[in-house]
Structure formats: C-alpha cells, structure tokens
C-alpha cells in the first residue's frame, strides 16, 4: 500500500471505529505518541504500544461513540513518511485541527506522532 492509501484507510478505520483495521495498518510493536494520551493517561507518558494502543482507542470509541476524522492535508516526507492534517470532531468537544507525522515502513505505520 501507498502512504496515501495508508491515510486513507487509517482515517476510514477511525470514522467506521473498527480497531481492528485500524491496528492491523500498524507493525507489531509500532509506537503511537500523542498529548492527549499524556493527559488523560499520564502513567503512559503519552507513549502507546501494543495492548496499551489497542485499549486506548477502544476507550476512545467508547467515550466518544461520534468521534471523526477530516482529512484536510497529506504532506509526504521521502519514501518512509507522511505528515497529515485533520479535524477532530466530537460531541462536547470545541472541533480542533491535529497534525499527525506518520512513519511507514513496508506498507504499515511503524510510528505516529500527534503534534
């Protein structure tokens, strides 16, 4: 898969909240950093892996059953990296525009950053 595809099915698997799609666009033992993950899960240091990944977003899902993505913008950075821009909207929630960095490597995300 291309980066640009990637992307694409990384923001559908959100949308449709399908974990399991969403994980199986990441390796094994890929790293995911966010500051939101710091706040709400401090004992994380906002550092997600494995298991932790997959019982985060399955929280998020479950608190924020209307939770979605928009894409808005795909930078790629040479052959290993992406760098995207979205709105996150949900309810209760101001709308906010995130960007991500992304790392590929062999048709799956190695690494992901919030910004």
Known sequence: ?????????????????????????YEDGAIHSSPRAAKISPETGGILTGAVLKKWWTDA???LPDLRYELRSEIGIGDHGIEIEYMRYATGEEPSLVREFFVMKGGKIICSEVC
């Open 1 to 25: 898969m291309k980066n640009s595809e990637i992307i694409k099915a990384w923001i559908d698997a959100f949308n449709s909240k399908n974990i399991e799609a969403l994980l199986a666009l």
């Open 61 to 63: 899902f479950e608190r």
